[in-house]
């Protein structure tokens, strides 16, 4: 039997008290005990991206996350992006520009390119395909997604109202 | 796999030092490493788990008697966005550039990089060139002793350091750079991001009136740790970088490490990269 901890923390703007094993990813906590889904599991240790949330604004591959570490953050999965009128272009972007096929790695890249584009609306393309390093994409060859951020960057990250 | 009886929280590194005495502890800072290893078993838990990302004297950086000194847990993030790391240490500035991927630069610890003691960690050999200390803090008489060891005699072999179980890494400090000292890195993998490097190459030097002085040279990834390479460095130091004499090192470089065949490269292979890659890091040192 694995030791257990209670933790608090904020996912995606709600509070949230849940008992997880000490070992447990973060990720495994979002799908199995949150029942958050959206949030994939890829390779399981770091190098695919499909699992990137947001811990207190910054992007993280939550496969590698004990999930114990979240008690006191702030938590952002791609169901709070999807929910946040912000990211509407980027998702329709992503749409108009052929930039989901599967959709396995859509959620990870969504979230890591809401990151990119957070933190510099105006990121060139240059910006934009090393920002999304870290996201592996087996069906689309990246061209198109790195299109769909870019029309967004150039936009200029434009918010909805 | 042992289980794990407690889970500890430390807020300081007194607390943190006081649960490291007590034997058994696994420590956790950013994960990306201790989570792939031990779901792998090539780490096992001890009876101890404990997070020491609530310890605010393991974060930022601060410079006094003439050491830059970076808080264990600076993510890899950090130190580019540090303007001190940019400015001063551009050679450990593009080493974190080039360090896996934004997510795990975002979670990765400069304390964790170090004592994970890989043979390619990326900012070891950047730190080998800028002479870097590790801080060591534990608990001895009731009071908490730390002491420094540089990180060359630190480094042991493939996630082996000479940190004792009872102590834990604070900090790892770096004589500031004397002027004129310029230093560049360089690694090589299959693609830019996340990969582990191939091989690396840092070098640093003083270039005073053309010729180069107090010649530092590090590589990663050819001996079972980060190593700096005495021969390298002594066929540079007095002498201008000019391209005979970097050709020269560069030679001597390749004769002077000791890689393996592994499932990322052959031996051969790696020889010939060092040389390369000794090659136009010295050409960008002679150019900085």
């Known amino acids: ?161 | 796999m042992s289980a794990i009886e407690r889970y500890e929280v430390p807020r300081d590194v007194e607390t943190a030092a006081e649960i490291l005495r007590g034997g058994a502890v696994t420590i956790l800072a950013g994960g990306t490493d201790l989570m792939p290893q031990s779901k792998a078993g090539r780490v096992s838990f001890g009876k101890v788990l404990m997070n020491i990302r609530r310890i605010p004297e393991l974060m930022g950086v601060a410079e006094a008697d003439g050491m830059i000194r970076i808080g264990a847990l600076t993510s890899i993030a950090d130190l580019l966005e540090l303007d001190t790391v940019g400015r001063r240490l551009p050679v450990l500035w593009q080493a974190a550039d080039q360090f896996a991927s934004g997510q795990i630069r975002n979670m990765g610890t400069i304390g964790g990089n170090i004592c994970n003691a890989s043979p390619a960690g990326d900012t070891l050999v950047p730190l080998l060139v800028l002479n870097a200390e590790v801080e060591l803090a534990s608990k001895a008489g009731g009071r908490l002793v730390t002491r420094r060891v540089p990180l060359r005699d630190f480094l042991l072999g493939p996630g082996r350091t000479a940190r004792r179980p009872e102590e834990l890494l604070t900090a790892v400090a770096v004589p500031v750079p004397p002027d004129g000292f310029r230093a560049r890195f360089a690694k090589l993998g299959t693609r830019p991001a996340l990969d582990i490097s191939t091989v690396s190459v840092a070098v640093g030097a003083v270039v005073r009136g053309g010729a180069a002085e107090d010649v530092r040279v590090a590589f990663g990834a050819v001996a079972p740790r980060p190593i700096r390479g005495p021969r390298t460095e002594a066929t540079l130091d007095g002498r201008p970088l000019a391209k005979a004499v970097i050709d020269a090192a560069a030679e001597v470089a390749h004769d002077e490490v000791t890689p393996i065949d592994d499932v990322r490269a052959t031996a051969w292979y790696r020889r010939q990269m060092i040389h390369n890659l000794t090659k136009e890091v010295l050409s960008h040192v002679a150019a900085a």
């Open chain 1, 1 to 161: 039997m694995s030791l257990l901890r209670e933790i608090r923390f904020t996912l995606n703007g709600v509070a949230r008290q849940v008992s997880v094993p000490v070992t447990m990813t973060a990720l495994a906590m979002l799908r199995d005990v949150l029942h958050l889904t959206g949030t994939k599991y890829g390779c399981g240790e770091g190098e695919c991206g499909a699992c990137t949330i947001l811990v207190d604004g910054r992007s993280v591959n939550s496969c590698v996350m004990f999930a114990v570490d979240c008690d006191g953050r702030q938590v952002t999965t791609i169901e709070g992006i999807a929910a946040d009128a912000q990211w509407q272009p980027l998702r329709e972007s992503l749409v108009e520009h052929g930039g989901v096929q599967c959709g396995f790695c859509t959620p990870g890249m969504v979230v890591q390119a809401s990151h990119v584009l957070s933190r510099d609306p105006h990121a060139d393309r240059q910006a934009i395909k090393r920002g999304l390093e870290g996201n592996l994409c087996r069906c689309t060859g990246y061209k198109k997604i790195v299109d769909a951020v870019v029309a967004v960057a150039d936009a200029g990250g434009k918010v909805a109202p």
